[in-house]
T-cell receptor
Framework: NAGVMQNPRHLVRRRGQEARLRCSPM?????VYWYRQLPEEGLKFMVY????????ESGMPKERFSAEFPKEGPSILRIQQVVRGDSAAYFC??????????????FGQGTRLTVV | AQSVTQLGSHVSVSEGALVLLRCNYS??????LFWYVQYPNQGLQLLLK??????LVKGINGFEAEFKKSETSFHLTKPSAHMSDAAEYFC?????????FGAGTTVTVRA
């Protein structure tokens, strides 16, 4: 059973370009969470999705960021018109059940976005 | 909202010495607590989790943590550090599956 797969592992974008980060959850998992790890900061929750639904996007910046988890295919975190401050590691995690508090989340290896 | 605080951003121990990483939580309901480890340029790996079944929780790689409600703590320990334990460790609390992380503690192990 493959783990959570994120791609690309490293992504370089120029200011103003779009960044698309992909996350394929573990087989059988229908809950996906995105987190961001900024330099010198901890991991911060961004968004929680189930198939075709955004459950909680309270951690997402109000502009330029969007996320989706379609019925088929990976979850996508999209950042439009990237700025230098978007440079960070973005981690995806998936869980197998109802997203309950005691459910373990399995993390991918992350996408390291660098904006130049 | 639930939160965790990790005391000490850096811990340095000698190989073979006790590792102690501190985590305190804030929660109005019984919390679900986790410890994760992150190796350089890697994702997070679960070390152990507390889900109210037992106050002393054993995890992987010889780590364990004790839940103390009276102290609102969930400290992580390992009796004897190994060089391979050098990494960053995160305490986290879960609310409907969404994790709130502490700032992390970086562990270095001296030979």
């Amino acid at each position: 059973n493959a783990g959570v797969m994120q791609n690309p592992r490293h992504l370089v974008r120029r200011r103003g370009q779009e960044a698309r980060l992909r996350c394929s959850p573990m087989k059988g998992h229908s809950h996906v969470y995105w987190y961001r790890q900024l330099p010198e900061e901890g991991l911060k929750f961004m968004v929680y999705l189930q198939k075709e639904n955004i459950i909680d996007e309270s951690g997402m910046p109000k502009e330029r960021f969007s996320a989706e988890f379609p019925k088929e295919g990976p979850s996508i975190l999209r950042i439009q018109q990237v700025v230098r401050g978007d440079s960070a590691a973005y981690f995806c995690a998936s869980s197998p059940r109802t997203g309950g508090s005691n459910t373990e989340a399995f993390f991918g290896q992350g996408t390291r976005l660098t904006v130049v | 909202a639930q939160s965790v605080t990790q005391l000490g951003s850096h811990v340095s121990v000698s190989e073979g010495a006790l590792v102690l990483l501190r985590c305190n939580y804030s929660s109005s309901v019984p919390p679900y607590l986790f410890w994760y480890v992150q190796y350089p340029n890697q994702g997070l790996q679960l070390l152990l989790k507390y889900t109210s079944a037992a106050t002393l929780v054993k995890g992987i790689n010889g780590f364990e943590a004790e839940f103390k409600k009276s102290e609102t703590s969930f400290h992580l320990t390992k009796p004897s550090a190994h060089m391979s334990d050098a990494a960053e460790y995160f305490c986290a609390v879960s609310e409907v599956g969404e994790l709130s992380f502490g700032a992390g503690t970086t562990v270095t192990v001296r030979a």
